[in-house]
């Protein structure tokens, strides 16, 4: 605990955004307040780069027992889309953070983004533009070359705000005209070069429906935005860094209500996976992966899927923290954090995915007939013994299942070895070994198929060793998992992996799908599951014992066909692979 306590005040004096909160505050800036906010634009599912900035914003302001706004940059209705906005509102609940009562949209200011606009154009600061996009690229220069004005840079003031106003009411197509900030063709920085405010977009837009014809840019709307909500700190990441001089011209020439400080940080950069949207969205519509919420994607739809835990994904955000040079992170420290918070939350069950049948021969059997007709047929059924199994062995509060072990049962085909070196400690012709919560049991025959392929053992077990213990002291070497025919039920099962072989997926190669793993998705049928399991929540993850965690599938499981997802091994074997 002290060394957990260590780590967190480390993590806060090594993160330099708080830092310079708690320095504005101390001079009483933004007297004393802290109001943050997160400003997706809601065109696509969030992934865990997102997570790290969600964990950012909220997490600050709860610090500093300020506010967040949770707020969609919604200014280009081509590519939004309200299943988007659904899936932004689940991920941010999912992750443990509450915005308060009120959602807030840049839709709601389009009449004020509108009105600064105005005011820009008679301060002489913005103008209507007819260059054509492919005109205005020529005209922009490069990074060691000046642009060039556009013919209309000094159309009057009065002409500009004609233009305008007839761009609102819809008198000119798509592309005609644009409404461009004045500031300075020669700057070494390309986005000052007149960057465009106001395009033409004759779309419905999902909240606003038909009132507007022309939408504000991203650039102009963010900044002026977090302005009318008052946001005293606008954390970005380093990608919008060259567009801070932007962000406060136009807070400065424009009569806002306040101006935030924009802060930039190192955006989350992860190894064996991919976080631009472009190449995401590759990967979904060119059916490499199963959908957005596919469990192999960084997508916080897809972990949700596979089992992660948002407490595990918040611990991971703190341990990264924050920092302003780019880096690459090691999956593996997620993967950590997932299997520290799981060993203290994830029930333990037993489940076995390639099975193969064991059957006790010594094992009871007791009489079952419906008739008292003497010629009637009597039929053998297996006796079955209930037995008690811990559901965290660490942890007696979380209570214990009962088990059924009878005259059938089914092991790991990995667990038997016919002629098994000196050093295989499981089971083989004549070795004794343990089954959990079970007795000590000793193969004596091994049948096989046509093929030569082992189908079944037959076995015997030892009755005094109830529990797994032996009264004599006999020790055994070998514990093995294990089910019953009777105390299992069927299920399919998806071993899922890193998406990617290379570290870097888009190094040395001109298409980073050439990197795929062609192993990310191993798909097991007829796995055999504790009963325990057929009741299984979507997403609630269990130790598979010995085996890995595993959660119910939320789209594919059912109480007829239940489909588990791995969600992580019990140990890093990419480590190993790495150094090999």
Not at 367 to 387: P, R
Not at 408 to 429: G, V, Y
Not at 473 to 483: A, C, N, P, Q, S
């Given at each position: 605990m002290e060394d957990d306590n260590i780590k967190e005040e480390n993590n806060r004096k090594n993160n330099f955004i708080k830092s310079i909160i708690n320095e504005d505050i101390q001079k009483?800036?933004?007297?004393?307040?802290?109001?943050?906010?997160?400003?997706?634009?809601?065109?696509?599912?969030?992934?865990?780069?997102?997570?790290?900035?969600?964990?950012?914003?909220?997490?600050?302001?709860?610090?500093?027992?300020?506010?967040?706004?949770?707020?969609?940059?919604?200014?280009?209705?081509?590519?939004?889309?309200?299943?988007?906005?659904?899936?932004?509102?689940?991920?941010?609940?999912?992750?443990?953070?509450?915005?308060?009562?009120?959602?807030?949209?840049?839709?709601?200011?389009?009449?004020?983004?509108?009105?600064?606009?105005?005011?820009?154009?008679?301060?002489?600061k913005a103008y209507v533009c007819s260059l054509t996009g492919e005109e205005m690229r020529q005209y922009r220069g490069t990074l060691t070359?000046?642009?060039?004005?556009?013919?209309?840079?000094?159309?009057?003031?009065?002409?500009?705000?004609?233009?305008?106003?007839?761009?609102?009411?819809?008198?000119?197509?798509?592309?005609?005209?644009?409404?461009?900030?004045k500031i300075d063709m020669a700057s070494p920085n390309i986005n000052m070069r007149d960057p465009v405010i106001y395009r033409i977009k004759k779309m419905s837009h999902p909240r606003t429906k038909d009132k507007w014809c022309i939408y504000p840019m991203?650039?102009?709307?963010?900044?002026?935005?977090?302005?009318?909500?008052?946001?005293?700190?606008?954390?970005?990441?380093?990608?919008?860094?060259?567009?801070?001089?932007?962000?406060?011209?136009?807070?400065?020439?424009?009569?806002?209500?306040?101006?935030?400080?924009?802060?930039?940080?190192?955006?989350?950069?992860?190894?064996?996976?991919?976080?631009?949207?472009?190449?995401?969205?590759?990967?979904?519509?060119?059916?490499?992966?199963?959908?957005?919420?596919?469990?192999?994607?960084?997508?916080?739809?897809?972990?949700?899927?596979?089992?992660?835990?948002?407490?595990?994904?918040?611990?991971?955000?703190?341990?990264?923290?924050?920092?302003?040079?780019?880096s690459r992170i090691d999956v593996g420290m997620l993967e950590n954090c997932l299997r520290d918070d799981l060993n203290e939350r994830a029930p333990r069950v037993m489940a076995v995915l390639k099975p193969l049948k064991v059957t006790i021969e010594n094992w009871?059997?007791?009489?079952?007939?419906?008739?008292?007709?003497?010629?009637?047929?009597?039929?053998?059924?297996?006796?079955?013994?209930?037995?008690?199994a811990q559901n965290h062995p660490q942890k007696p509060e979380m209570g214990t299942r009962k088990i059924i072990f009878?005259?059938?049962?089914?092991?790991?085909?990995?667990?038997?070895?016919?002629?098994?070196?000196?050093?295989?400690?499981?089971?083989?012709?004549?070795?004794?070994v343990r089954l959990r919560y079970g007795y000590f049991i000793t193969c004596k025959h091994v049948i096989k198929d046509k093929d030569g392929n082992v189908v079944e053992l037959i076995c015997t077990y030892d009755p005094a060793t109830r529990g797994g213990d032996s009264p004599d002291?006999?020790?055994?070497?070998?514990?093995?998992?294990?089910?019953s025919s009777e105390g299992s039920v069927p299920a399919t099962v998806n071993l899922y992996d890193r998406l990617f072989m290379a570290e870097d997926p888009e190094a040395e190669t001109d298409d980073f799908t050439k990197n795929l793993n062609p192993e990310s998705l191993v798909r097991l049928e007829g796995c055999r599951v504790e009963k325990y399991l057929a009741d299984a929540a979507p997403e609630k993850a269990y130790q598979f014992e010995r085996l890995g965690y595993f959660c119910a599938d939320s789209r594919e499981s059912s109480k007829?066909?239940?489909?588990?997802?791995?969600?992580?091994?019990?140990?890093d074997t990419w480590a190993k692979v790495s150094q090999q």
């Open positions: 009483g800036k933004n007297s004393g307040k802290v109001i943050t906010r997160f400003p997706p634009e809601p065109n696509g599912f969030l992934h865990i780069g997102h997570a790290k900035s969600i964990c950012l914003n909220f997490g600050v302001a709860q610090e500093f027992k300020g506010k967040c706004n949770l707020r969609f940059d919604d200014t280009n209705p081509a590519k939004e889309d309200q299943k988007y906005i659904d899936s932004i509102i689940s991920d941010v609940k999912w992750l443990g953070f509450d915005w308060g009562e009120k959602i807030y949209y840049a839709s709601d200011y389009f009449e004020n983004l509108y009105d600064f606009a105005l005011e820009l154009i008679k301060k002489d070359e000046p642009g060039k004005e556009s013919p209309d840079r000094n159309r009057s003031i009065d002409e500009n705000l004609d233009l305008f106003e007839r761009m609102r009411n819809g008198e000119f197509t798509d592309g005609a005209y644009v409404l461009r900030a991203y650039d102009f709307t963010h900044g002026l935005s977090d302005s009318l909500e008052g946001i005293t700190h606008s954390l970005c990441t380093l990608e919008f860094q060259d567009h801070r001089p932007l962000y406060d011209w136009l807070l400065d020439e424009v009569t806002a209500p306040c101006h935030p400080q924009q802060i930039e940080f190192a955006r989350m950069n992860l190894n064996y996976t991919v976080m631009s949207k472009r190449k995401l969205q590759k990967l979904v519509e060119n059916n490499h992966v199963d959908g957005w919420d596919d469990p192999r994607l960084p997508t916080i739809a897809g972990i949700r899927r596979r089992g992660y835990t948002p407490e595990a994904m918040r611990n991971f955000c703190n341990i990264i923290g924050v920092s302003k040079k780019e009871q059997e007791q009489e079952n007939s419906n008739s008292s007709d003497k010629n009637s047929v009597k039929e053998e059924k297996s006796f079955i013994e209930e037995l008690d009878s005259k059938t049962l089914f092991i790991e085909q990995d667990d038997f070895m016919e002629n098994a070196p000196k050093k295989f400690f499981r089971l083989a012709p004549g070795r004794e002291g006999r020790k055994v070497k070998g514990t093995l998992h294990w089910v007829e066909h239940l489909v588990f997802n791995r969600t992580v091994t019990l140990r």
